[in-house]
């Protein structure tokens, strides 16, 4: 199975398993909010943001080849954008925030059918193109689905 299709199919149908109150082995989101993380992160890719790069230049070529390698990101890992205590749930249901994050998933689609050659900012790994954005969303994914019991 392609990481695209993961995205598209696998994975929402992995969260649908998800109660929006679980808890994680590490961090502090619950089901819903990791979901409605998810989604944030995939919206930096659908060219609607200007996003600004987080990275110090001297560190952004390593950060992006820890990105598009496959090794995993650890459990724990600090998301220098988000906050301590999470912020609660914009979505009043699961179903809603997997809408959302396959909303997301089209969108950045439809941004790369357009702009096929277009490369966007990630605020920590720099300039990413359509098949790196996929490897790391592909990888973030399944940081949680670890995190939540979801394979």
Do not use: R
Request: glycine content about 6%; overall charge negative; aromatic content about 12%.
């Amino acid at each position: 199975m392609s990481k695209l299709n993961f995205l598209k199919t696998e994975f929402p149908k992995l969260l649908q398993t998800l109660d929006a109150n679980a808890k994680g082995s590490w961090g502090v989101l619950n089901g819903i909010q990791m979901v409605e993380h998810m989604s944030y992160s995939v919206h930096f890719a659908t060219g609607q943001l200007g996003t600004k790069l987080m990275t110090s230049e001297d560190k952004v070529e390593g950060s992006k080849n820890f990105a598009m390698s496959d090794k995993e990101f650890k459990p724990n890992t600090k998301n220098t954008m988000m906050a301590e205590i999470p912020n609660p749930a914009v979505n009043l249901t699961m179903q809603e925030a997997i809408k959302e994050f396959e909303n997301e998933v089209s969108a950045f689609v439809n941004y790369f059918k357009s702009h096929p050659d277009s490369t966007l900012m990630n605020p920590f790994f720099g300039e990413l193109n359509f098949e790196e954005w996929t490897h790391l969303f592909y990888k973030h994914a399944i940081h949680h689905c670890k995190q939540f019991g979801l394979m």
